[in-house]
């Protein structure tokens, strides 16, 4: 038995799920038939070729499936056309409710196709429900894990901005003590610059030999 591939589908994936199912469809077969055909070939299950075909790929190939309804259509009434006898009393046979048991596995009644397709029809649809299931919880998990990490970058940005506004609040705290200090040192080179001019305009006495104070100019 073929392992259960969780991979993503490739475009021969893709390829082969049409090729097949247009054949099914050309020779008047089921798409159930034709999803377990491809599951198969391909390693997957058949709900998954089913949800794959209703969901991506039968978008690409509606006048290919047009064209396929259209030879089955046409298959269908050259098999009318070769065997209109047997058709005739085969019908007659059955409105005449004289159906016997040996003819079941050749000839089938409306209402038995008719409830055998809403069986497979079901059973379609019942795989590819639960395939949508799967991917729904697929992408709940990741939108989780999405958010999960978003949560995480609004914190990791917030810190940045506090660790940012720090960093301002430091700067300008220090900006301001350098002009301060920049103004007192400002201030004292003036101060020592007013010394020196004062000590240089006062007066300067030297003192003779009889000990009298003579003014120096």
Not at 100 to 114: N, V, Y
Not at 140 to 162: A, F, H, T, V
């Amino acid at each position: 038995m073929s392992a259960i591939r969780q991979d993503a589908w490739s475009e021969e994936d893709d390829l082969i799920l049409a090729e097949v199912t247009l054949r099914h469809i050309r020779e008047g077969s089921t798409q159930l038939s034709a999803f377990e055909e491809v599951g198969e070939k391909i390693g997957r299950t058949a709900a998954a070729c089913g949800f794959r075909w209703n969901s991506f790929v039968r978008k690409k190939y509606e006048a290919a499936i047009q064209i396929a309804k259209a030879q089955r259509q046409k298959r269908s009434q050259q098999k009318k056309h070769q065997g209109g006898a047997a058709v005739t009393s085969a019908v007659a046979t059955l409105e005449a409710g004289e159906y016997s048991g040996s003819m079941r596995g050749d000839t089938f009644s409306e209402e038995s196709i008719s409830v055998d397709a809403v069986i497979r029809f079901l059973r379609q649809w019942k795989g590819s429900y639960q395939e949508m299931g799967r991917q729904l919880r697929m992408l709940e998990k990741e939108l989780n894990e999405k958010q999960l990490e978003l949560d995480r970058l609004r914190e990791e940005n917030d810190r940045l901005s506090r660790q940012v506004n720090d960093v301002e609040t430091d700067y300008r705290v220090v900006n301001d003590d350098y002009k301060a200090l920049i103004q007192i040192m400002d201030r004292a080179r003036k101060l020592a610059f007013l010394v020196e001019e004062d000590d240089e305009n006062k007066p300067r006495f030297k003192m003779d030999a009889n000990g009298n104070l003579e003014r120096i100019e």
